[in-house]
C-alpha cells in the first residue's frame, strides 16, 4: 500500500509535501509516497524530500505502472499536464488496480471524461486560478483567506472530524463547546454534501461529520 | 475604465464569468470586461458571453496593449500558460498603466520574479491544485467545501465586509447577529491578514473587516 503521484511540475511537489504534513499530523495512514516523472529532465525540476521514492517512465506505458506497483496503491494522483494522457492513464488504472484516482486537468472541457474514465476527483487548476484572479479584483481579502485555508503549511486549516458526540444538539452548542473545550472553530457539517451556514438553533443531524476550522499545527497556532 | 484579462484557456472563461457575476451582486463595479486572446485559435476554444469585448493580438507586443487601452485598464489579469511571458508583459503594463496588475504563474519559482516585476497578486495555479489532490486523499470532504467557497456560481461563498458597527463587540455576540438578522457566518475578521478562529468573548477590533459566508445568491440560498 503506498500513494503514488504520477506527473510534472508544481502539483507534483505541492502534493507531496501535504501528503507528508498530513502523515505527520496523524491524519493520513503512514505509507510510502512513490512519484513517477515522465522523463529525467522534469525529474530535475521539482524538488523532493530524500525519503520519497523517485521513479522514470513513461505512464501511459503499462509496464512502467507495473515498476510503480500501481496494483498495490491505494491511491493514484495523476498531475500530467495533458488531459488525454491523463484519461489514457486514468483507464489503465482503474483496469490494473483498486486505487482511487485523483486527476488534475488543465481544462473543465476533460471533467466529464475523466469522470467516464473512472476517475474518483478531477481538479481543474487552472479553473480555480480564474476563480481566484477575479476575486483579487474585488475582495483580494478572500483570496488570502482561501489561500491559507487551502495550504496545511501556514496558518489555518480546515478539517473534518467525527461528529458523533454532537449529533442532536443544536449548533451553537458545539460551536461553543468545540472552541472553548479544543479551539477549533466550526464552520459546518458534511452531510452527503457541505452545509454551511445553518439555523444557529438546530440540531446537528445524524451521520453528519464536522468541518471545523483550526490553527495549523505547524505554526503553533493551535 | 475596464478589466482587461489577457491569456487563454480555462482561466480565462472561469475568471470572466466570475467578474460578470461579481458585478451583478453589485460587488465590483459596473465596467466593461475586454478579453485579449494570443491568437484566434486560443479565441476559439474559450466560450464567453456575447457582450465581453474580444481582442486578438500578441500581449508583449507593445501596439497590442495600446490597443487594449491599458493606460486606462483598473485591472489588468494575466493568464498566460507562459512564465516568462507573464514576467514580461507585467513589466509593460506596470510602464503604461496605473492598473493593478494580477497574474497566474504556472510555477512556484515564478512568484518572485513576478512580485519584483510589480504583480499585485500572484495565484500559482498548479500548487492549488496540488494542495486539493492531496486533500482529496484524506479529506475530500474539505476539497468540496474549498470547491464551493472558491466559487461564487454555486452553493456557498465567502466574502467581506465593513465591520465598523461590530467593532469593540464580542465575536460571538457579532456571530450571533449577522446570522440571525442577515443570516451570514461570521468566518473570522481581516486586519492586514486574516484571523479567523478568534476567541468568542474578544472583542472586534477597530479597523477589522469582517469575513462571512453566506449561501450564495444565484442558487437563493440567501
Ligand atoms: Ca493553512
Ligand atoms: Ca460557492
Known sequence: NHYLVIGQGSSVSTCVNELMS???????????????????????????PEEIEVLIGDPTNRETLERARVDRASHVILALEDDSKAVFVTLMVKRMSNAKVLVEVLSE??????????????????SLAGRLLASSVFEPEV???IDDITSSVKGYDV?????????GRPYIAALRELKEERNLFL???YLGAPVLNPPLDEPIPEGARLIVLRGSVSTGKL
Open 22 to 48: 498530513a502523515i505527520e499530523r496523524g491524519e493520513l495512514k503512514l505509507a510510502p509516497i512513490v512519484v513517477l516523472f515522465p522523463s529525467e529532465e522534469e525529474r530535475k525540476k521539482v524538488e523532493l
Open 109 to 126: 472541457d476533460s471533467v466529464e471524461l475523466l469522470k467516464g474514465a473512472g476517475a474518483d476527483r478531477v481538479i481543474v487548476s487552472r
Open 143 to 145: 483570496v488570502d483567506v
Open 159 to 167: 478539517t473534518v472530524m467525527d461528529g458523533k458526540e454532537f449529533w
Open 187 to 189: 464552520l459546518g457539517y
